[in-house]
């Protein structure tokens, strides 16, 4: 739905902002015509907006929060895997894992592993190390 189709439906005028957010909830209501929502849309109070808006923010956090999770043990079962093969596949394979994952994660993991790092992988780990923040 465009802004000034949102306008002519509620007679609401929005800061872009505002139909940002709008239209991040209308893409989340699914079983909605573009009618239904903007007049079910018109009747809500700023209130019940920002309460909507919470909700969404949270949603997308919590299903953020999971993505990483996921991808932090996929990360670690693809390093398991890969130290049982041979020197070739086990260097595409983790070439491949940096590449999808992240370098700083992979070298840390294969670190804790006590995987043999790379001398390019052990300057990223020292580089690595260098830049944390310890406070």
Request: hydrophobic share 40%; aromatic share 8%.
């Amino acid at each position: 739905m465009l802004k000034q189709e949102f306008k002519e439906l509620t007679g609401l005028d929005l800061t872009d902002n505002e139909f940002e957010i709008v239209h991040a909830i209308y893409m989340l209501s699914e079983s909605e015509s573009k009618d239904e929502f903007a007049l079910r849309f018109a009747k809500i109070n700023k209130c019940e907006l920002l309460s909507a808006c919470a909700l969404v923010l949270e949603k997308y956090r919590k299903k953020d929060e999971q993505q990483i999770k996921e991808i932090r043990f996929l990360k670690d079962v693809l390093i398991d895997i890969a130290v049982y093969l041979h020197k070739g596949e086990f260097e595409k394979t983790i070439s491949l894992i940096k590449n999808l994952i992240g370098r700083k994660e992979v070298i840390i993991a294969l670190w804790r592993s006590k995987v043999r790092l790379t001398s390019t992988d052990i300057d990223d780990l020292i580089d690595i190390v260098q830049k944390s923040n310890f406070d």
